[in-house]
Nanobody, 118 residues
C-alpha cells in the first residue's frame, strides 16, 4: 500500500520561494504519476502540477513559469519548487499518487500549509 509523506511549506512573503517534498513508500510499482494538489479555504482542491514515471510534466495555468515539479526516482521522492509566490498561492498543498489500476490520483499525503503574505 502506497504511503506519501510530505515535508516543506510554511510562511513566506510575496515574491519569495518555497520547496515541498513528497516521499513515497510501499507499492511504488503501482504508481504511474505523482502530483501536487492544493486547496484554499472555501475552494475546491485543484491539481497544480503532475509528473509521470516517464518524466512528462503538466502545470495548472496560474503556476506555469513559477512552479517546477521534479522527481528523484532513486529516492522515490517528488519535489515542488515554488518561486515568485503570490498571496493567491496560499493553500494546503497535498501530494498525490496516480495508481495504474484506477487511473486517478487517489492516494494522498497528509497536506502541508503554504501561506504567502502580501
Amino acid at each position: 500500500q502506497v504511503q506519501l509523506v510530505e515535508s516543506g511549506g510554511g510562511l513566506v512573503q510575496a515574491g519569495g520561494s518555497l520547496g515541498l517534498s513528497c516521499a513515497a513508500s510501499g507499492g511504488i510499482f503501482s504508481i504511474n504519476a505523482m502530483g501536487w494538489y492544493r486547496q484554499a479555504p472555501g475552494k475546491q482542491r485543484e491539481l497544480v502540477a503532475h509528473i509521470t514515471n516517464g518524466g512528462s510534466t503538466n502545470y495548472e495555468d496560474s503556476v506555469k513559469g513559477r512552479f517546477t515539479i521534479s522527481r528523484d526516482n532513486a529516492k522515490n521522492t517528488v519535489y515542488l519548487q515554488m518561486n515568485s509566490l503570490k498571496p493567491e498561492d496560499t493553500a494546503v498543498y497535498y501530494c498525490a499518487a496516480r495508481r495504474r489500476t484506477t487511473g486517478r490520483f487517489d492516494v494522498w499525503g497528509q497536506g502541508t500549509q503554504v501561506t504567502v503574505s502580501s
